[in-house]
């Protein structure tokens, strides 16, 4: 086959302008630290690059999840606090009431006290965490009390607030109201204020009974609470490794080796000038060159 000038001058562009798509890759994997730019530079690391990222995408969702459960569950914890020492507030109360050289204007005074302990107790069963109230079950857009001196108003909302912390594990976020807020919880605290009002010392032992009976209730529900905040650190600890995991096998998929690219590059770069020169040689002769 005759080989001429214009075939010579064709083949020199063609291969200069491979020359250039391989800078241009080389250059662009320096420039985004990634190993492919569009799906076509490589399909199988872009359809694996899509299914880690989604992984990691479900994994950073579920800490926000995790985040949400320790908002409710720190909350809880806070809330139940508070209340464990109202009670003992309010035991050391209704015992001092049963001191027989009490007056009567002292037991209306005590009584004073624990209604405002009681109306105290009511602010915290509606605690709110991102605008939704933790201890009404799932109803979290209602309060759980109306009016402390009205049990009727008492919401006996009590389903269990589920989050899913990890990919088919759902953990409790709410404590069971049911043990703390309750309505005999409220009548309780009534019962001692009218007792104290009335002056009625003899219903005091029974109301001693009742009130440490519900101090059982809510020092039992604190321990569950516990037992949960323990298991929702393990999910936390475990969620956290499999996010480190996640993020190393995709920066394995998708990014480039800098020092590589670097040296490719470098070394693209000299074939290209070399892939220059020869070109110019070759397309440099003219008509009037052979004429001479």
């Known amino acids: 086959m005759r080989v001429t000038q214009g075939m010579l ?3 020199s562009l063609r291969h200069l302008n491979n020359s250039f798509g391989k800078m241009g890759k080389l250059q662009d994997q320096l420039a985004t630290g990634k190993k492919i730019t569009r799906p076509s530079d490589d399909p199988v690391v ?3 690059g899509m299914y880690y990222r989604t992984n990691l995408t479900e994994i950073q969702q579920y800490k926000r999840n995790l985040s949400e459960v320790y908002a409710w569950m720190d909350n809880s914890e806070a809330s139940l606090e508070h209340v464990q020492s109202a009670m003992h507030r309010g035991r050391e109360l209704l015992v001092q009431a049963g001191n027989g050289a009490l007056s009567a204007e002292d037991r ?8 405002q ?3 105290d107790l009511a602010q915290v069963a509606n605690t709110q965490v991102a605008g939704r109230y933790i201890f009404n079950g799932t ?3 209602q309060p759980r009390i109306t009016d402390a001196s009205d049990p009727s108003t008492i919401s006996t909302e009590n389903e269990p607030f589920m989050v899913e912390v990890s990919r088919g594990i759902k953990l409790q976020s709410n404590i069971n109201s ?6 005999e919880m409220f009548e309780l605290w009534n019962d001692m204020e009218q007792a104290l009002l009335s002056d009625d010392t003899g219903k005091i032992q029974e109301l ?14 604190r321990s569950e609470l516990g037992a949960r905040y323990n298991r929702l650190e393990m999910v936390d600890d475990r969620i956290g490794y499999q996010e480190v995991v996640a993020t190393r096998i995709l920066s394995d998929n998708e990014d480039a080796d800098i ?13 290209h000038r070399a892939s220059l020169g020869v070109g110019a040689r070759i397309i440099q002769p003219s008509l009037m060159d052979f004429l001479r």
Do not use: C, H, P, Y
Not at 108 to 115: T, W
Not at 178 to 183: A, E, L, M, Q, T
């Open 9 to 11: 001058a064709q083949n």
């Open 46 to 48: 872009a359809m694996k």
């Open 108 to 115: 209306q005074a005590i009584a004073v006290e624990i209604g």
């Open 117 to 119: 302990i009681k109306e």
């Open 139 to 141: 109803a979290v857009n």
């Open 178 to 183: 049911d043990n703390v807020f309750s309505k």
């Open 208 to 221: 001693l009974g009742r009130f440490d009976k519900q101090s059982e209730k809510i020092s039992a529900e």
């Open 259 to 271: 020092e590589r690219v670097i040296t490719d590059l470098v070394a693209q770069e000299s074939v």
